[in-house]
């Protein structure tokens, strides 16, 4: 059964730079798994910051960035502030039609 | 502007089956360019995507659900429902709904959700 693995948690400075990966328990993330990211504060719905790897969604701010790095997906804050502090969920798509979500990262910024 | 908006008890008992309405406002849900899917979210804990449903009746499930569930969509209505039966306190979460984009070169992403709506499996 493949996972999607994420680090439980990070820590940042404000207007420091962190980036957040996203792993296959099997495998390599590619931009055919087209992968998402999420950041979701506590009660709220999740909201969509990045799909297809790197494209920001509207409204999202420039210093959230996606890429490919090595064999995982990767979420970049540069110029982190204490309103980034949220859970970043990746998502994956899996060419059976599910998407699977990984574990999330609890981004702390202090 | 599109809108998701979950319905449904918030209460359930053990053994029973959950039921869960989508009522997508804004927007048609007969459109080929989306999946209108389902998501959870156990009290302090990750994200975990339960299923999806093409306008057309084409489902996807999680299979480590696939034997409970249901998912269903009422195009008249602009609507689309879940039911996840023999539920137990590990069903109990908070579930969205949720728009997933299906076609173009930028796809498979969710870019609308529901508020979300808590449900809690006990006696």
């Known amino acids: 059964q493949t996972v999607v693995t994420q680090e439980p948690s990070f820590s940042v400075s404000p207007g420091g730079t962190v980036t957040l990966t996203c792993g296959l328990s099997?495998?390599?993330?590619?931009?055919?798994?087209?992968p998402s990211w999420y950041q979701q504060t506590p009660g709220q719905a999740p909201r969509t910051l990045i799909y297809n790897t790197n494209t920001r969604s509207s409204g999202v701010p420039d210093r959230f960035s996606g890429s490919i790095l090595g064999n995982k997906a990767a979420l970049t804050i540069t110029g982190a502030q204490a309103n980034d502090e949220s859970d970043y969920y990746c998502v994956v798509y899996m060419d059976w039609g599910i998407s699977l979500f990984g574990g999330g990262t609890k981004l702390t910024v202090l | 502007q599109l809108q998701l908006q979950e319905s449904g008890p918030g209460l359930v008992k053990p053994s029973e089956t959950l039921s869960l309405t989508c009522t997508v406002s804004?927007?048609?849900?007969?459109?080929?360019?989306?999946?209108w899917g389902w998501i959870r979210q156990p009290p302090g804990k990750g994200l975990e995507f339960i299923g999806k449903i093409y306008y057309s009746g084409s489902t996807y499930y999680n299979p480590s659900l696939k034997s409970r569930l249901t998912i269903s969509v009422d195009t008249s209505r602009n609507q689309f429902s879940l039911r996840l039966s023999s539920v137990t306190a590990a069903d109990t979460a908070v579930y969205y709904c949720?728009?997933?984009?299906?076609?173009?070169?930028?796809?498979?992403?969710?870019?609308?959700w529901g508020q979300g709506t808590l449900v809690t499996v006990s006696s």
């Open positions: 949720a728009r997933q984009v299906r076609t173009g070169t930028s796809k498979y992403y969710f870019d609308y």
């Open positions: 804004g927007g048609s849900i007969s459109t080929s360019d989306y999946y």
């Open positions: 099997s495998g390599s993330v590619s931009t055919s798994y087209y």
